[in-house]
């Protein structure tokens, strides 16, 4: 499978191997399915079980079921950090670039060049049997162009990530908090050492935490060095701790003002 390198805003070099293309197709399908599903249930749920006019609820069905369905990628992508259930399933996601996870205006970017599934997605107002079809047949044609795209592509890449600078890539352990870079600190009596870390970026403290993964996962710390080195010059501050030990106070340190701002 296709290796990358995606350097990052500390110049580390990140290896991430490209998601396969079947991997992506069945991740698409799994959330093409469950859509499907939740589209039929909330139509039985309204409609049979609250016995609700169709023809004078059309408002309610936009915002009750078109609109979740509408946002489905672009939010579980957020709140998933870059996955959605059909990627979690696959073990893909979705990176930025520049190294660590996309920041909103990238999701927002993969989104929107989903443009050819907006017209059916509230096509389902007027639901039928045959509805459903025709959204399937003309996804299918659409999805052609997709998977054109994304084999001419050297990082297989779709047009929405091409104009977002994302990537999609394996993953080989389920999403978890280890996976954000969100961890508890519990302790009353902690002590922060580094306050200043509050002046990094959102995708600082990101590329902090994928530097620290990557090291864990290939046993080899020597990345952290490089980024001690620049965090320590950037926020102008000097310690004798163990490079990815000083990363990892970063980053709780980072945590437990987060949390109390």
């Not at 390198?5 to 500390?10: H, L, N």
């Not at 995708?203 to 994928?210: A, C």
Request: with cysteine.
């Amino acid at each position: 499978m296709p290796i990358i390198q995606i350097s990052t805003a500390f110049n580390i070099d990140l290896e991430f191997e490209v998601a396969e293309f079947h991997k992506r197709l069945f991740a698409y399908v799994v959330d093409f399915i469950l859509l499907i599903i939740y589209l039929y249930s909330m139509k039985y749920l309204l409609y049979a079980g609250f016995r609700i006019d169709s023809g004078d609820n059309r408002g309610l069905d936009i915002l009750v079921i078109s609109l979740p369905m509408l946002l489905y990628s672009l939010l579980a992508e957020l709140w998933m950090n870059g996955q959605t259930l059909g990627k979690k399933i696959m073990s893909i996601r979705v990176v930025s670039l520049e190294g660590g996870e996309p920041t909103l205006g990238q999701y927002i970017l993969r989104w929107i060049t989903k443009f050819f599934e907006w017209p059916f997605l509230f096509g389902y107002i007027l639901f039928s049997e045959g509805m459903v079809m025709v959204y399937i047949i003309m996804t299918g044609m659409f999805g052609i162009a997709v998977i054109i795209i994304i084999a001419v592509t050297p990082r297989n890449q779709r047009l929405g990530d091409l104009a977002a600078g994302t990537v999609v890539v394996n993953t080989r352990s389920k999403l978890t908090v280890a996976d954000t870079v969100f961890m508890e600190v519990n302790n009353p009596d902690y002590k922060v050492m580094f306050p200043d870390v509050m002046r990094l970026s959102d995708r600082d403290i990101n590329t902090i935490k994928t530097v620290i993964t990557e090291a864990e996962k290939r046993n080899n710390y020597d990345m952290c060095q490089r980024v001690t080195e620049k965090v320590a010059e950037v926020l102008k501050i000097s310690s004798d701790m163990h490079p990815y030990q000083f990363l990892q106070k970063l980053l709780e340190d980072y945590n437990y003002l987060a949390t109390r701002e």
